[in-house]
């Protein structure tokens, strides 16, 4: 590392040696927007706690780590439901797997403790990527510090992400490959897009795009487009991790404090060259004075909002609206596997597609679905490539190809999610229209 190696970006290096080696294990976010039944207003923060309350009072090995999260051990890992941005969001974060039909297993267990426990409390789940109908405002906003934390840099923008909801897969991955899959899954983010775009609707009408909670990411951090989207190509960790620290970085994190960086817009090479920087302390309400630490490197990464982005143990892939069933998130999980496992092949097809030709498709999946092109071609006949690919991954993982049943159908089709929901806005009434977005552990 270039200019500044001694101590802390030695420091750097020996822990992202400390990267596993591959292990193939494969993990999975959901999130839901939880809304009241009667109203189909987005729930209130009372109604939350009883959420919560509920999942841990009879959900099997749940245990409450404070009002708002939970966390069960399953074969030595945990999972946790966790807040997000918004009160109504709920986030179950899986145990990781490596086989698909023990993932699709836990996740229809937790998901049906979760569900159990509010069904007494008449709420809805909704499985899709963006209320139809709720404003995005400060009502909205989850009461924490690592949300407030944001508010310097974002300013109202961040009320737009109070009312979405999203699935992330990760891919554990050594330190040698961190690149390489991130260049190869990049390349599929606007076909997965384009098949998986679930939120057409916003504030009552509708929104002109498939995937308008997507749109509001690149809304929200306008003023910083370099850490939203597709990311730039890499050679090798390393570079990876030198990329990052030179995009804008806003909050880090001490123990449980959030600091907001004084020097806006700075970037964490900046500070790691300066050797120290000023920070307001959220909980502390006082500024400090901050020099470098590992902390600040992960927190960072964090908070880059690519399409693909590197964490301290995986590659998280997080373009893809919240789904209605069950089905549809494993088969995007076997979508990422197949296309790991393949990966040759996988890079073969991705190399065609530059950085640029990667961000025009991506901006034309999230507007048209699967009527849009990559580089000229019909999108649909580069996702019949890609799940091609992904089946032959498949088959190499000895997993059943019968999990890209969804994408397939949605290909054949030409018609994704958003496509009927368009359809079902325009015919059905408000409280039957939400009713039809209701999540199901059903297929």
Not at 62 to 68: F, G, I, N, P, T
Not at 206 to 219: I, L, T, V
Not at 263 to 275: H, S
Request: some cysteine; charged content about 30%; hydrophobic content about 35%.
């Amino acid at each position: 590392m270039r200019g500044y190696e001694r101590g802390f970006d030695a420091n750097i290096a020996r822990r992202a040696s400390a990267i596993t080696e591959p292990t193939r294990r494969y993990g999975v976010e959901v999130e839901w927007l939880f809304v009241d039944r009667r109203t189909g207003e987005p729930i209130d923060i009372e109604t939350r706690k009883k959420v919560v309350c509920g999942i841990a009072n009879y959900g099997e090995g749940w245990e409450a780590v404070d009002a708002h999260r939970l966390k069960k051990g399953i074969n030595g890992n945990t999972a946790t439901i966790g807040k997000e941005l918004g009160k109504s969001i709920i986030e179950l974060a899986d145990v990781p797997s490596d086989r698909l039909s023990v993932m699709k297993a836990h996740l229809v267990e937790n998901a049906r403790a979760i569900f159990d426990a509010v069904e007494p409390l008449n709420v809805m789940k909704l499985g899709t990527g963006l209320h139809p109908y709720a404003l995005p405002d400060e009502r909205q906003l989850m009461e924490d510090p690592r949300y407030k934390a944001f508010e310097p840099m974002l300013g109202k923008n961040l009320y737009l992400h109070t009312i979405t909801a999203a699935v992330h897969v990760h891919v554990e991955v050594g330190k040698e490959e961190v690149a390489r899959v991130m260049n190869m899954l990049a390349a599929y983010v606007p076909v997965i897009a384009a098949i998986y775009a679930n939120s057409p609707i916003y504030k009552g009408r509708d929104s002109g795009m498939s995937s308008r909670r997507e749109y509001n990411w690149d809304q929200q951090y306008g003023k910083y487009p370099t850490i939203v989207g597709i990311p730039p190509l890499f050679t090798d960790l390393e570079d990876v991790l030198m990329k990052s620290i030179d995009l804008p970085s806003y909050v880090t994190t001490r123990g449980d404090d959030y600091l907001v960086y004084q020097d806006q817009p700075g970037t964490l090479k900046r500070f790691i060259e300066n050797g120290s920087t000023r920070a307001y302390s959220i909980y502390a309400k006082e500024n400090k004075v901050l020099t470098p630490a590992l902390e600040d490197v992960y927190t960072h990464l964090g908070s880059i909002r690519w399409n693909v982005r590197a964490r301290e143990k995986t590659v998280e892939l997080r373009i893809v609206d919240s789904q209605q069933n069950v089905d549809s998130i494993i088969s995007l999980v076997a979508i990422v596997k197949g296309l790991v496992a393949n990966i040759e092949k996988a890079e073969g097809l991705a190399k065609g597609y530059g950085v640029e030709d990667r961000k025009n498709a991506r901006m034309d999946a999230l507007r048209n679905g699967l009527r849009a092109e990559y580089m000229g071609e019909d999108i649909k006949e580069v996702a019949k490539e890609m799940l091609g690919i992904a089946k032959e991954g498949l088959a190499l993982s000895h997993e059943d190809a019968s999990c890209l049943e969804y994408p397939y159908s949605i290909v054949g089709s030409g018609r994704n999610m958003a496509d009927v929901h368009r359809h079902d806005y325009e015919r059905l009434s408000r409280d039957r229209f939400l009713e039809s977005l209701e999540f199901s552990l059903r297929g």
